[in-house]
């Protein structure tokens, strides 16, 4: 069997089974979305942040943005307007799962973490992120008493990265870790990031904090 006939009967599947439950489903240019009705334990929720690895600093290549299981869904933490993504919506986690950068598509670990666990869960579970992040950030632009500190002397381009969030990265983390609540349950957290406090002895100590 073919890989596009493979990903058709998928999708067939998919729609089928979204009829005989009565759930949402649509096609737009970032792959299927499907919109979860009520709670669901067998729902596990992932929150991502960090700096600009968990951003998505690696281009996604074409074998990254093939099929991906629609159990592995991400939550648009803002609007992606070339994806058809609207903040707050859940969709079928395809690249980019952070936001759209100027750059291009663009690949986290958040990814490939999603994809592994599906595989590897039993199909009765789903998996989904939210990811916020900021390239270049230090670990104190999630912590509020700090955030605005660390906007004010920025370069422009940082603070264009900060204005996607509000200029409060942590609280959108927040507001929509609790929209991902009504969903499902949120199982951990993900953290990629340091660059930026490099060295620091209590760096733990911020991260803590955020937590």
């Not at 998928?10 to 737009?28: D, G, H, M, P, R």
């Not at 939550?75 to 307007?81: K, L, P």
């Not at 004010?152 to 603070?159: C, L, S």
């Not at 264009?160 to 609790?178: E, I, R, S």
């Amino acid at each position: 069997m073919t890989s596009a006939t493979t990903r058709l009967t998928k999708l067939i599947s998919i729609f089928e089974n979204a009829v005989a439950n009565k759930t949402k489903v649509e096609v737009v240019n970032s792959g299927e979305t499907i919109q979860p009705e009520g709670f669901d334990p067998n729902f596990h929720i992932y929150l991502c942040f960090g700096q600009s690895n968990m951003e998505g600093n690696a281009t996604a290549e074409a074998k990254d943005k093939a099929y991906v299981d629609p159990r592995f869904m991400m939550m648009a933490c803002v609007n992606q307007t070339n994806a058809n993504r609207t903040k707050g919506q859940w969709y079928t986690a395809y690249p980019p799962l952070c936001r759209e950068m100027y750059f291009g598509v663009n690949l986290t670990p958040a990814d490939y973490f999603g994809r592994e666990m599906v595989a590897n869960l039993p199909e009765s579970i789903k998996v989904g992120v939210l990811n916020v992040a900021v390239g270049g950030c230090a670990i104190e632009l999630f912590d509020e008493d700090k955030c605005a500190d660390q906007i004010r002397n920025a370069d422009q381009w940082f603070k264009d990265y900060c204005a996607a969030y509000n200029n409060n990265p942590y609280k959108v983390l927040v507001t929509m870790a609790k929209k991902a609540q009504e969903k499902g349950v949120i199982k951990g957290i993900l953290l990629h990031q340091g660059c930026s406090n490099n060295g620091q002895a209590d760096w733990p100590v911020k991260v803590k904090r955020v937590y």
